[in-house]
């Protein structure tokens, strides 16, 4: 099980991005809900599929990395999650464009999921929806790799798919604001404040993300040189020398 830190943390995570979220897939969300009177149902089903495949990609994740038992591992993947919010801030903020390498690097694993997802456009039935929902999922977003490499650092494949699932939740009123046409909710996401507002959010959280993992390995390093056996032999050895 997760806590309710994680939780809060996961929809967190996705609420602050929505502002990315509407410049991704916005477009396309908001022309689901143009397929007719079956409108509502295909994009309901779209963002289904959207949640599914973030969860299926969290729950891979956590079973690799649990699959490695070694605290370095842990550690560099709590690193990586840190950096990788921070840059997701300085790139909402518009300050700083770096992420944009890692999203054209997943822009080749993309292309030919976006050539199939294509075959279920234009969408007329629920079952379309779902399955370019699930397709959607995997498209090259620093906020979707920031938000896997984060829940991957629970090791643990429900863990890890239940915070996915949950970051797919916040991402949620944005996106529905856009499918349904909520024209002042998009334009309240689309301020500048509220822009900076979530870039500093997902800075701040990097950074002590970064911070607890340094603060952590330094325990562990001492725990560990605690541990070792000339440090246990040190105090008998002089326990020993006083005796004689």
Wanted: proline residues 2%; aromatic residues 8%; hydrophobic residues 50%.
């Amino acid at each position: 099980m997760i806590s309710a830190t994680e939780a809060v943390a996961a929809l967190g995570l996705g609420l602050a991005g929505s502002g990315h979220c509407l410049g991704m897939c916005g477009g396309i969300a908001a022309a689901i809900n143009l397929g007719g009177s079956n409108g509502a149902g295909t994009t309901i089903a779209y963002h289904a599929g959207r949640l599914i495949s973030y969860a299926v990609l969290g729950a891979l994740l956590g079973a690799l990395a649990g699959s490695i038992n070694l605290a370095q591992w842990t550690m560099g993947l709590r690193y990586l999650a840190g950096f990788l919010l921070i840059a997701m801030g300085l790139s909402i903020a518009d300050w700083w464009r770096g992420i944009s390498v890692l999203e054209r690097a997943g822009a080749v694993v993309w292309k030919p999921v976006q050539a199939f997802s294509s075959r279920f456009l234009p969408v007329h039935h629920w079952y379309q929806g779902l399955f370019l929902g699930t397709c959607w999922g995997l498209m090259p977003c620093g906020l979707i790799y920031s938000a896997l490499a984060w829940s991957a650092t629970a090791q643990d494949a429900t863990r890890s798919a239940t915070l996915m699932l949950l970051f797919g939740m916040g991402t949620l009123p944005a996106m529905l604001a856009t499918s349904f046409s909520a024209a002042r909710a998009q334009a309240l996401l689309r301020k500048r404040g509220l822009k900076l507002l979530i870039a500093l959010f997902l800075v701040l959280s990097g950074a002590w993300t970064i911070y607890l993992t340094t603060a952590h390995g330094s325990h562990l390093d001492r725990t560990i040189e605690a541990n070792t056996p000339d440090a246990q032999a040190t105090p008998a050895a002089g326990h020993a020398h006083g005796h004689h």
